[in-house]
């Protein structure tokens, strides 16, 4: 029986979360699997992957073949680099306090990586609200500034509208004293 490290999916249509198994190479895809090793959910960013090393490197050594896409995820976890250094340690090339400081070491660079990619990313998107919060506080004081410009020529246009009334009134009151100025100027003759 040859054994595949694969991906079985599960969750949603267009939400795909997958489990990384063990199983028999002639079983189904969402099938049968002999043992469940992790996890991988490639919706987040960066991805999220739960493994079980130590139980991938037992079936590693064990003679289990990865898929494409298991093997990446395998040397991204480190399991890849525990087995190749485990065949290092029968060999006698390494010893096992050797080999656990170098995977160690390892891990502690690559979490440093997933870290700053992180850090980036949240920089990122902090630099995009900044820049949408600024477009967007430009937008409103253009806004601001259009509508104080349409109520200052409401407002000019209302004056002009009162201007002619108020003289119109002031050319009546005028011309009414004139008569009453004349009559005066009449009875005083």
């Known amino acids: 029986m040859s054994v595949k490290i694969r991906l079985q999916r599960h969750g949603k249509k267009g939400k795909p979360y997958f489990w990384i198994v063990a199983s028999d190479a002639r079983s189904k895809r969402d099938g049968k699997f002999l043992e469940k090793l992790g ?8 991805a999220t992957i739960e493994l079980d090393v130590d139980g991938a490197v037992k079936w590693l050594q064990n003679g289990a073949q990865p898929t494409d896409t298991a093997r990446a995820i395998l040397s991204y976890k480190g399991a890849m680099l525990k087995n190749h250094l485990a065949g290092g340690v029968r060999k006698g090339a390494l010893t096992e306090e050797q080999a656990e400081e170098k995977f160690t070491a390892w891990m502690d660079e690559k979490a440093n990586k997933v870290d700053s990619k992180k ?16 477009a967007e506080k430009e937008v409103n004081a253009k806004r601001e500034a259009d509508a ?16 002619p009334a108020e003289e119109a009134t002031d050319v009546e009151a005028t011309t009414e004293e004139a008569p009453a100025d004349d009559a005066e100027t009449k009875t005083e003759e």
């Open 119 to 134: 850090e980036g990313l949240a920089k990122a998107d902090a630099d995009a609200k900044a820049k949408a919060l600024e």
């Open 39 to 46: 996890a991988y959910n490639p919706t987040t960013n960066p």
């Open 148 to 163: 104080a410009k349409v109520i200052a020529d409401a407002e000019a246009a209302e004056a002009a509208a009162n201007a």
